[in-house]
């Protein structure tokens, strides 16, 4: 029985820590719009934002140097990583790497829904770039949510 409950226990851990947070963001000013961002890795966080064009697709809360860089994406699909790289843009903080202007319109879309993690490197030049990983279950779900009007 201790067993039993030590397993639930875990498996209830392992999914709340792989879930995606909702939000619909309303300042007041511009139209509402929804959000969607993962646990926080290395003080980042994958974030989802639905602009009216489309979804992006970007990480927040690091700090880059470089303007524009590349971004290596590496979904794991079904026991195997699949790859993609991406020309990104930083913002005026350098603290968000927006990496996909609609991920609706990516041929990485499947992988993206599909994939049960991400590795993610930002490759700067002139500052040292770490490689993050975050969970992607409930990536779907994530997806579903930003996606409405």
């Known amino acids: 029985m201790k067993t039993l409950l030590l397993l639930i226990g875990l498996a209830l851990s392992y999914?709340?820590?792989?879930?995606?947070?909702?939000?619909?963001?309303?300042?007041?000013?511009d139209p509402?719009?929804?959000?969607?961002?993962?646990?926080?890795?290395?003080?980042?966080?994958?974030k989802l934002e639905n602009t009216g064009d489309g979804v992006f697709f970007y990480i927040s809360g690091g700090y880059t140097c470089d303007d524009e860089l590349t971004v290596d994406l590496s979904f794991m699909v079904n026991g195997a990583y699949k790859?993609?790289?991406?020309?990104?843009?930083?913002?005026?903080?350098?603290?968000?790497?927006?990496?996909?202007?609609?991920l609706l319109a990516e041929t990485c879309l499947a992988d993206f829904k599909a994939c049960s993690s991400i590795k993610l490197r930002v490759n700067d030049t002139t500052c040292d770039s770490g490689i993050y990983e975050f969970k992607m279950t409930g990536s779907t779900a994530a997806l579903n949510f930003v996606s409405k009007p």
């Not at 999914?15 to 000013?29: C, L």
């Not at 790859?83 to 609609?102: H, Q």
């Open 15 to 29: 999914t709340a820590s792989a879930q995606w947070t909702y939000k619909t963001i309303d300042n007041g000013f």
């Open 32 to 46: 509402p719009y929804r959000i969607a961002y993962t646990v926080e890795n290395k003080g980042s966080w994958l």
């Open 83 to 102: 790859k993609y790289t991406f020309n990104a843009t930083t913002s005026s903080d350098r603290e968000t790497v927006f990496f996909i202007d609609n």
